[in-house]
């Protein structure tokens, strides 16, 4: 059995048939998935799609890109047994399509957000290590992940010190960099988590195609294969961790 722990097909504009995609992933072994929120608007359809499917779950929140227009309305969706995060939250200073004040304030609220309520937090990290771990370190008991990690060994370490999973999808089966290579075969096993962030970052051999959960098993088989195990060891362990981290 396998888990996407972060896809967006509950978004209004997914291009495919839903039925069929999810017939796909059970096809594939993949009998559970997350669908994270990027925005209040986004977060509500999550909810509202985890609660017609019985294999999917929620995580609300507001991406750092979308902090700008507001962050608040995301706490009244609270109490639907189907959410299981809030997230994707965090940082991006790659594109600053959000002021980075106005993404610190979102961050912290919707952090505050998540442990008054006891969920794990789903963090998009992107060129902000500087500025997130000082942010994270002021709050005590964060449980959490790295979604789509493809920083440095570094951040890896730091993340792996406090206790974050990482993320993994698609970009691990094409990227050219053999440092990110390295930096993937270094997460351990009880820290992996695997994903597809659908409908974006499609793995090898599917690239050109839209992103769907049942790749996470192409993902997995990869990442077995670089590891030397196979893939029910890599799919049980991966399990687990999402399992033991969003109370699935």
């Known amino acids: 059995m396998l888990i996407d722990t972060h896809c967006h097909i509950h978004e209004s504009d997914y291009p495919l048939d839903i039925t069929q995609t999810l017939q796909r992933a059970h096809d594939n072994s993949v009998n559970q998935l997350i669908c994270v929120g990027t925005s209040v608007d986004s977060s509500k359809q999550a909810v ?29 969706l609270i109490g639907s047994s189907k959410i299981v995060a809030v997230g994707e939250i965090g940082l991006d200073y790659f594109y600053t399509h959000s002021p980075r004040e106005t993404q610190i304030q979102a961050l912290e609220w919707q952090i505050n957000l998540a442990l008054s309520n006891n969920l794990p937090i789903i963090f998009h990290v992107r060129e902000a290590f500087e500025d997130f771990w000082p942010i994270f370190d002021n709050f005590h008991s964060i449980r959490g992940e790295l979604h789509s990690f493809t920083d440095n060994q570094t951040n890896l370490d730091q993340a792996l010190a406090r206790g974050l999973f990482i993320g993994v999808n698609g970009i691990s089966t094409f990227t050219r960099d053999e440092s990110q290579k390295a930096v993937f075969n270094s ?25 769907e ?4 098993k192409n993902v997995a088989e990869y990442h077995a294969s670089v590891r030397g195990i196979s893939l029910d060891q ?10 033991a981290l969003f109370a699935l």
């Open 48 to 76: 509202e799609f985890a609660s017609l499917h019985a294999e999917s779950y929620a995580s609300i929140g507001v991406h750092p890109h979308d902090s700008q227009y507001g962050y608040t309305g995301i706490e009244s």
């Open 187 to 211: 997460v351990p096993l009880d820290g992996l988590l695997f994903e597809t962030d659908a409908p974006f970052l499609t793995p090898v051999p599917f690239r050109g195609n839209i992103n």
């Open 234 to 243: 890599i799919a049980e362990a991966t399990t687990a961790n999402a399992r």
């Open 213 to 216: 959960p049942a790749f996470v």
